[in-house]
């Protein structure tokens, strides 16, 4: 169960559309498929396949949404400035199924949860400097560890609406706690061998960032896609034994059939 709900969880935080609410329902449910490449962490050089249900769920309140973004709440708003509450996912990996991590324990799902500001750079809001930090929950449905904080600003372009498109560009280095990185690079000294030296990894920067989506709503139908490419030269970690490769790719793409949905009054 934990191998189909976080991924499904991501795929819909990074696949669902970024039309204008303003020219769309008030909420909207449906059903699909996305297919997900994931490496298996961030420096892994093994990479794992996804064919998951895709929940497509939109909901446009004027405190509360669910879009392109994932979930979030606002908590202060004006003409340039956004406040938030907002939440993101990471995927899972047995160690058992990836060699450098053999006999070490499973990299769990994550939830990410915190405030984000967001700064609109032009009147239009396409540029936006976004400024999300987020603790970080490691769960495997069972029982539920806080593994620290990440924050990861960057730098977007929003396209809104164009003929039907929507969809953005988002760059940025990454940051993260001692706690976090341990979580995913450390070896402790139970787990070491001759080819994997113990590691404590230290907290900091943890590399950059460059992501790409694309999503149309048709009428009775959403298709959407997005690509992001990982890159960990600098980062704190880096001379981890698990760190095999300094950088990494993930993609999706995902159709939903919208089934229900409610205009705003």
Same mark, same amino acid.
């Given at each position: 169960?934990?191998?189909?709900?976080?991924?499904?969880?991501?795929? %819909?935080?990074?696949?669902?559309?970024?039309?204008?609410?303003?020219?769309?329902?008030? /909420?909207?449910? @449906?059903?699909?498929?996305?297919?997900?490449?994931?490496?298996?962490?961030?420096?892994?050089?093994?990479?794992?396949?996804?064919?998951?249900?895709?929940?497509?769920?939109?909901?446009?309140?004027?405190?509360?949404?669910?879009?392109?973004?994932?979930?979030?709440?606002?908590?202060?708003?004006?003409?340039?400035?956004?406040?938030?509450?907002?939440?993101? %996912? =990471?995927?899972?990996?047995?160690?058992?199924?990836?060699?450098?991590?053999?006999?070490?324990?499973?990299?769990?799902?994550?939830?990410?949860?915190?405030?984000?500001?967001?700064?609109?750079?032009?009147?239009?809001?396409?540029?936006?400097?976004?400024?999300?930090?987020?603790?970080?929950?490691?769960?495997?449905?069972?029982?539920?560890?806080?593994?620290? /904080?990440?924050?990861?600003?960057?730098?977007?372009?929003?396209?809104?609406?164009?003929? @039907? /498109? =929507?969809?953005?560009? %988002?760059?940025?280095?990454?940051?993260?706690?001692?706690?976090?990185?341990?979580?995913?690079?450390?070896?402790?000294?139970?787990?070491?061998?001759?080819?994997?030296?113990?590691?404590?990894?230290?907290?900091?920067?943890?590399?950059?960032?460059?992501?790409?989506?694309?999503?149309?709503?048709?009428?009775?139908? /959403?298709?959407?896609?997005?690509?992001?490419?990982?890159?960990?030269?600098?980062?704190?970690?880096?001379?981890?034994?698990?760190?095999?490769?300094?950088?990494?790719?993930?993609?999706?793409?995902?159709?939903?059939?919208?089934?229900?949905?409610?205009?705003?009054?």
């Amino acid at each position: 169960m934990r191998q189909i709900l976080i991924p499904s969880f991501m795929a %819909a935080c990074l696949l669902v559309s970024a039309a204008r609410a303003a020219d769309l329902p008030r /909420w909207e449910l @449906g059903l699909g498929l996305a297919g997900l490449s994931i490496p298996d962490y961030r420096g892994s050089d093994e990479q794992s396949g996804y064919l998951l249900p895709l929940p497509y769920v939109q909901y446009r309140g004027e405190i509360f949404q669910i879009d392109r973004e994932g979930a979030h709440g606002k908590l202060f708003s004006s003409e340039r400035v956004r406040l938030e509450l907002s939440a993101a %996912a =990471g995927p899972p990996a047995r160690s058992d199924d990836n060699a450098a991590r053999r006999d070490m324990p499973d990299i769990d799902p994550t939830v990410e949860v915190g405030p984000s500001l967001e700064i609109y750079l032009t009147d239009d809001r396409a540029w936006q400097l976004e400024l999300p930090l987020r603790t970080v929950i490691a769960t495997d449905l069972t029982h539920a560890e806080g593994i620290g /904080w990440v924050f990861a600003p960057s730098l977007n372009y929003r396209l809104r609406n164009n003929n @039907g /498109w =929507g969809g953005g560009i %988002a760059v940025g280095p990454l940051y993260a706690s001692e706690q976090y990185h341990d979580y995913y690079y450390e070896v402790a000294p139970a787990f070491a061998t001759a080819v994997r030296p113990a590691y404590d990894a230290p907290g900091g920067y943890s590399g950059s960032r460059l992501t790409f989506t694309a999503s149309r709503r048709f009428p009775d139908f /959403w298709v959407g896609a997005f690509a992001r490419y990982d890159r960990l030269s600098g980062a704190a970690f880096e001379d981890s034994p698990l760190v095999k490769k300094k950088s990494s790719f993930m993609a999706g793409v995902g159709i939903a059939w919208v089934l229900a949905e409610a205009k705003k009054p």
